[in-house]
């Protein structure tokens, strides 16, 4: 049982550069999150879908987009990498919106 | 703008003791609440959900929930070393087209062998 894949677990990147992570999850689940965690702030929604084929904004989409590929995947595009997306992306899943989420092992990203 | 509050801590206990941690949140139509657990370095680990006033026990783990004063703590019996980790407190309203849940800065806990 892998739960929520995420791919790359680590990330350098240089300012402008553009990458994607990516997320698969095996249990079937309907509702797909992107999130970053940085230190005393907690957990911010950036991306989410509700069920396959959408998506839509969370609390801190600038500079990120998405990707729903099917009821399993969902990716995160940096198109042009600044400092300040320097960070822990986590992405997690649950079978519709209202339980608790599951989630993957996180990426570290730091951007240069 | 709705908000998740917790005491970022650190907690200190030592080990046997109770450990209790706090939550506020602001927004009174809130459904439903998490709590998560997240070892230094980890991901968030779901330990307990609780929908409804009252309280829900797993294991050495209490929840405890109280809409009309807009405050949810987990409480942690017989509390190990084991136990030190960052506390997520989650809360989980309903918006048009599904929901959203909101995640507090986490309480960091201690405990002391």
């Known amino acids: 049982n892998a739960g929520v894949t995420q791919t790359p677990k680590f990330q350098v990147l240089k300012t402008g550069q553009s990458m994607t992570l990516q997320c698969a999850q095996d249990?079937?689940?309907?509702?797909m999150y992107w999130y970053r965690q940085d230190p005393g702030m907690g957990l911010r929604l950036i991306y989410y879908?509700?069920?396959?084929?959408?998506?839509d904004k969370g609390e801190v989409p600038n500079g990120y987009n998405v990707s729903r590929l099917n009821k399993r995947e969902f990716s995160l595009r940096l198109e042009s990498a600044a400092p300040s997306q320097t960070s822990v992306y986590f992405c997690?899943?649950?079978?519709?919106?209202?339980?608790?989420?599951?989630f993957g092992s996180g990426t570290r990203l730091t951007v240069v | 703008q709705k908000e998740v509050e917790q005491n970022s801590g650190p907690l200190s206990v030592p080990e046997g003791a109770i450990a209790s941690l706090n939550c506020t949140y602001s927004?009174?139509?809130?459904?439903?609440f998490f709590w998560y657990r997240q070892y230094s370095g980890k991901s968030p680990e779901l330990i307990m959900s609780?929908?409804?006033?009252g309280d829900k026990e797993d294991g050495r783990f209490t929840a405890q929930l109280n809409k009309a004063s807009q405050y949810v703590s987990l409480l942690i019996r017989d509390s190990q070393p084991s136990d030190s980790a960052t506390y997520l407190c989650?809360?989980?309203?309903?918006?048009?087209?599904?929901?959203?849940?909101?995640f507090g800065a986490g309480t960091r806990l201690f405990v002391k062998a």
């Open positions: 997690a899943s649950t079978v519709t919106g209202a339980y608790g989420y599951t």
């Open positions: 927004d009174r139509g809130s459904q439903s």
């Open positions: 609780i929908y409804s006033n």
């Open positions: 989650a809360v989980l309203w309903r918006v048009t087209g599904g929901f959203k849940t909101i």
């Open positions: 249990m079937n689940h309907n509702s």
């Open positions: 879908s509700a069920s396959e084929g959408t998506t």
